[in-house]
């Protein structure tokens, strides 16, 4: 299992970024790396409910559900169906809003393994750094998105200097 595991200052309220966090099917305006993504669930929020995502990177898809719910705290989501991306076997998100110091603090980890040990070995010498530069860009995107009420793309600048590594 390899997590990458970050955090990042959003200058919000706490009920803001869990807001934007909780809106479940609307990744797509807060990652750079999706292109569209919905619920398709009746269910809109909270344990149970699905979305779909068409990923930019050699058009993959996922469809996501919700796995962990601690309302206006935290969520996680698994991975059940992953398209059209080589290796990846299992994959999770975590996110956890948290106040400190009068600041908002978004947190975000995400966890996956690889199918087999050639795989391991490409994500040692590549897929770990290319993952943890777009989660990087997934937790700035949300940053840029909760601040400013712009949608994220792939091209769109984002201060990527503000996210922090957790160890």
């Not at 929020?45 to 559900?65: I, L, N, Q, S």
């Not at 700035?140 to 201060?159: D, S």
Request: glycine share 6%.
């Amino acid at each position: 299992m390899t997590t990458i595991a970050r955090e990042i200052e959003i200058d919000a309220s706490k009920n803001e970024v869990w807001k934007a966090i909780a809106k479940f099917g609307d990744i797509c305006h807060a990652s750079p790396g999706v292109l569209k993504s919905h619920v398709t669930s009746e269910q809109q929020e909270g344990v149970g409910a699905t979305r779909h995502c068409d990923f930019a990177m050699m058009g993959a898809t996922a469809e996501e559900k919700v796995t962990e719910w601690n309302e206006g705290e935290s969520l996680k989501i698994e991975v059940y169906d992953l398209k059209k991306m080589p290796g990846v076997d299992t994959m999770s998100a975590f996110f956890k809003v948290r106040e400190e110091k009068g600041k908002t603090i978004l947190r975000g980890d995400l966890t996956y393994s690889m199918k087999n040990p050639f795989f391991d070995v490409m994500n040692a010498m590549m897929m770990k750094s290319m993952n943890t530069k777009l989660w990087n860009s997934v937790l700035a995107g949300h940053k840029k998105y909760i601040e400013t009420g712009e949608r994220v793309f792939e091209k769109t600048p984002l201060e990527l200097n503000k996210v922090v590594a957790i160890s």
